[in-house]
């Protein structure tokens, strides 16, 4: 399994922008899906974007594509989430979870299904003010 800590986060005002990163660490890590969820009080979580960090191919939301852009480091261990013309409903916990990339190979296996994935960061919240 891998580990996963997001950075990041905090509060903007609406309309602004804001980036979270996720570290991730853990043997054969670049062999991985990282995808960042959201997750506001009484919901379930939300796919937002997911990126396979050995080739670089991305997924998004259909409604947050656009606004939302992941991307990793040249080193393969961070993963970021930035975040623009941000507005209130985008106010949520947002964690990062990774999953080997051989199990997406399925095609019928979801990215944006919380229960394919193992390995979960701790959260980390985005405060969006109108």
């Known amino acids: 399994q891998v580990q996963l800590e997001e950075t990041g986060g905090g509060s903007v005002q609406a309309g602004g922008s804001l980036r979270v990163s996720c570290s991730v660490s853990?043997?054969?890590?670049?062999?991985?899906?990282v995808t960042w969820f959201r997750q506001t009080p009484g919901s379930g979580y939300e796919g937002v974007a997911a990126?396979?960090?050995?080739?670089?191919?991305?997924h998004y939301s259909d409604s947050l594509k656009g606004r939302f852009t992941i991307s990793q480091n040249d080193a393969k261990n961070q993963i970021d989430l930035q975040m623009n013309s941000l507005k209130a409903e985008d106010a949520a916990t947002y964690t990062c979870?990774?999953?080997?990339?051989?199990?997406?190979?399925?095609?019928?296996?979801?990215?944006?299904?919380?229960?394919?994935?193992?390995?979960w960061g701790q959260g980390i919240q985005v405060i969006v003010s109108s």
């Open positions: 990126i396979d960090i050995e080739d670089g191919s991305t």
């Open positions: 979870a990774a999953a080997p990339s051989a199990f997406f190979a399925n095609v019928r296996v979801r990215w944006d299904i919380a229960a394919n994935y193992r390995s």
């Open positions: 853990g043997n054969g890590h670049n062999q991985y899906y």
